[in-house]
């Protein structure tokens, strides 16, 4: 026989997180909303009465707390682990969150009070790459992991492999994509904000809460980490689909959209290089006006073939680091 109620211990409410994503100027931006004076993503509620489907629910929801009229969306990935938003034990139900990706080219114009614009890279200092490799990583970082792995005798060694194949230790190569791989091995060894909040049992080579402050800004619950997975799954997308083109104006020049490509992945690009491949790729055509925008020789400006979605599988921008 059927219960009539479910012991609230196996209640789950399903929730809706959207990584929202803009460039302003040349640096990549989140939608920030502030609830109890901590910084998070959009978030709430999915109501099956009220809203047809997730990605309804989720359109409406960011809407009604920033005034933002989404375009761009796509599901990342479901959390679900446990304490993810309760903090103690037999507090409430258990939440599980839908993360959605969202690309936007409306800024701050479109941002009412309860929402606002945040550069991702407050968030994770060590993934801006573009002027050169960040000083934190080599004084901060490593000295840290090292006494991390370090105090595991049955997995130094792997716990060093991870780091270094992560932060481009010993002579690894770079991988912009592995935000959250590298956001998950820092909260392992207790050197972000979060793990203490979430009364994690810090290794002894953890920092004081006073030095954590310094490796990023903590988010809300979980939510650094839904933004680590939204970052890689876009820098990853970058590569294969024309998703940069969500972020741009109708028109701007080569040189816009490669700054605009190096925003989001984190690293510098080779101009000839970057311009042979967009101009032989098809995805933008020439609209016979310059900008002066920049004030200096006037540019060509051009514009996304967004027919090409039509006429074949439209790759991406190649993302390759300048030598």
């Known amino acids: 026989m059927l219960r009539n109620s479910a012991p609230r211990e196996n209640t789950v409410i399903i929730g809706l997180n959207a990584c929202v994503v803009t460039v302003i100027g040349e640096t990549p931006h989140v939608l920030a909303v502030k609830r109890d004076g901590v910084e998070g993503l959009p978030f709430g509620s999915f109501a099956p009465q009220e809203h047809r489907t997730l990605q309804i629910g989720l359109r409406e929801l960011v809407r009604e707390q920033t005034q933002l009229k989404l ?6 990935y479901t959390f679900g682990d446990r304490g993810r938003h309760v903090l ?9 969150s839908v993360g959605y990706l969202a690309l936007t080219r409306d800024t701050a114009e479109g941002a009412s009070a309860a929402g606002h614009w945040r550069n991702w890279y407050d968030f994770f200092p060590w993934e801006d790459w573009r002027s050169a490799r960040p000083t934190m990583i080599d004084a901060m970082i490593r ?3 090292e006494a991390w792995a370090a105090a595991s005798t049955g997995e130094r060694e792997m ?13 690894m190569q ?38 954590q402050a310094r490796f990023g800004d903590a988010m809300q619950f979980d939510h650094r980490r839904i933004l680590a997975t939204g970052m890689g799954r876009l820098r990853g997308k970058l590569k294969y689909r024309p998703v940069v083109f969500e972020v741009m104006e109708p ?25 042979r491949l967009v101009e032989s790729s098809g995805l933008v055509e020439r609209t016979g006006r310059q900008s002066t ?9 051009f514009r996304f073939r967004r027919e090409v979605l039509r006429e074949r599988p439209a790759s991406g921008v190649k993302v390759r680091a300048r030598g």
Do not use: I
């Open 71 to 76: 375009g761009y969306v796509e599901q990342l």
């Open 88 to 96: 103690e034990p037999g507090e409430g139900p258990r939440v599980v």
């Open 143 to 145: 000295p840290r992991l």
């Open 159 to 171: 716990r060093w492999d991870r780091a270094a194949l992560c932060f481009a230790f010993d002579g």
């Open 174 to 211: 770079w991988d912009e994509e592995k935000v959250l791989e590298r956001y998950e091995v820092m909260y392992e060894a207790g050197l972000v904000l979060e793990a203490r909040r979430d009364k994690r049992s810090l290794p002894a080579s953890a920092p004081p809460a006073n030095e």
């Open 251 to 275: 028109t701007f020049t080569l040189l816009e959209l490669q700054r605009t490509v190096e925003a989001v992945s984190g690293v510098r690009l080779h101009k000839q290089n970057f311009r």
């Open 293 to 301: 925008k920049a004030g200096g020789r006037p540019a060509e400006q």
